[in-house]
């Protein structure tokens, strides 16, 4: 069984910062892929960020230049540093990994609330 539990959501004003944390723990032989999706109200589920467990990043194009995912050294937490936080920011944000057992199987976090406000 694998668990992601996330942190660091919550309330902030427009312009301001939050760091969202999610650590992954379990039966995991290795994660390849971590990141954040993200799902306002009304709006499907969206990718924000994702990291590869060789580094490489991709990003939204609406969080580009403002977003910043990185990984912890134990390869099995992923950070995502939210700087110029905008209300259209205003989401559940949901952390998954891609986990390698005997197969590769994704993982989600409970989703994490943040909320931006004008």
């Known amino acids: 069984q694998v668990q992601l539990v996330e942190s660091g959501g919550g309330l902030v004003q427009g312009a301001g910062s939050l760091r969202l944390s999610c650590a992954a723990s379990?039966?995991?032989?290795?994660?390849?892929?971590m990141g954040w999706y993200r799902q306002a109200p009304g709006k499907q589920r969206e990718l924000v960020a994702g990291?590869?467990?060789?580094?490489?990043?991709r990003y939204a194009d609406s969080v580009t230049g403002r977003f910043t995912i990185s990984r912890g050294n134990a390869q099995n937490t992923v950070y995502l540093q939210m700087n110029n936080l905008q209300p259209e920011d205003t989401a559940v944000y949901y952390c998954?990994?891609?986990?390698?057992?005997?197969?590769?199987?994704?993982?989600w976090g409970q989703g994490t609330q943040v909320t931006v406000s004008s």
């Open positions: 990291i590869t467990s060789g580094g490489t990043t």
């Open positions: 998954y990994a891609d986990v390698r057992t005997i197969s590769t199987t994704t993982y």
């Open positions: 379990g039966s995991i032989f290795s994660i390849n892929g």
